[in-house]
C-alpha cells in the first residue's frame, strides 16, 4: 500500500498562526485554495482513494486536489489544542509545541491540558491507517491531514521530520506497522509525484 501524507491548503488561522484544531474549523484562504490546485497537478500518478479529516479545510483541499470523493475520517484530525484552541499567543505555542515536540522525542505520556495524549493521538491515527489498509488491499491512498498530526505521526514512526508547509506531501510504502518512508518534504516542493517514487 502506498499512502501519500498531503496537509491540507493555507487557512485565515494559518495567517494568524492560531491553534484551529475543533471542527468546523477555518475554510482555505484563495492562495489555499491554489495551493490544493497545484497540489492535484503534481499528483499525476493514479490514486486510488482519498481520505480527509472532518474539518473543512482537508475536505476542501481534497476536492479540488483530486476527483474522487473522499471518506471523512475524524481519527486523523489535527491534534487538538485543547484549552488553547484558536489561541495566537507566546503562552499557546510554547504550551502546544511543546507538549508536541516531548512526543516527537519519545515521551508520549504528557497531554496537552484539555486535549490528547501522545499515546492517544497516535493510537487514533494508526487506527485509522489499520482501516485503510483494510478497506483497499495495495494501491494508493491520499491522506488529506494536518501539519502537526502529521509531523508528530511521522517523527514517531521513522525519526524526526520537519514541519510540512501547506499542500506539500510526503510518499510512505508498506502496511500498519511496517511503513517505508520514501519521501518527506523539506521547504516548498513542486516536484510530481511520479519524480518522486521508485
Not at 489561541?87 to 507538549?99: L, S, V
Amino acid at each position: 500500500m502506498r499512502l501519500i501524507l498531503a496537509r491540507h491548503g493555507q487557512t485565515t488561522s494559518n495567517l494568524i498562526r492560531a491553534l484551529d484544531t475543533a471542527a468546523p474549523g477555518a475554510s482555505l484562504t484563495e492562495d489555499g485554495k491554489k495551493q490544493a490546485r497545484r497540489l492535484g497537478e503534481r499528483l499525476d500518478l493514479p490514486i486510488d482513494r482519498v481520505i480527509a479529516s472532518h474539518l473543512v479545510r482537508t475536505q476542501q483541499t481534497a476536492a479540488l486536489a483530486c476527483s474522487l470523493e473522499a471518506t471523512i475520517d475524524p481519527r486523523i484530525a489535527e491534534v487538538s489544542a485543547g484549552v488553547w484552541e484558536m489561541r495566537h499567543d507566546k503562552e499557546a505555542h510554547r504550551a502546544y509545541f511543546g507538549t508536541c515536540a516531548e512526543w516527537m522525542g519519545g515521551h508520549l505520556a504528557p497531554a496537552i491540558d484539555g486535549g490528547e495524549s501522545g499515546h492517544e493521538v497516535l493510537a487514533r491515527f494508526n487506527a485509522a491507517l489499520v482501516d485503510a489498509a483494510e478497506a483497499r488491499s495495495g494501491g494508493t491512498t491520499l491522506l488529506v491531514c494536518h501539519g502537526m498530526m502529521l509531523q508528530v505521526w511521522a517523527s514517531h514512526t521513522f525519526g524526526h521530520q520537519p514541519h510540512m508547509i501547506n499542500c506539500a506531501f510526503a510518499i510512505a510504502d508498506g502496511e500498519p506497522g511496517n511503513w517505508t518512508l520514501t519521501h518527506w518534504p523539506t521547504g516548498k516542493v513542486t516536484t510530481p509525484l511520479s519524480q518522486l517514487v521508485r
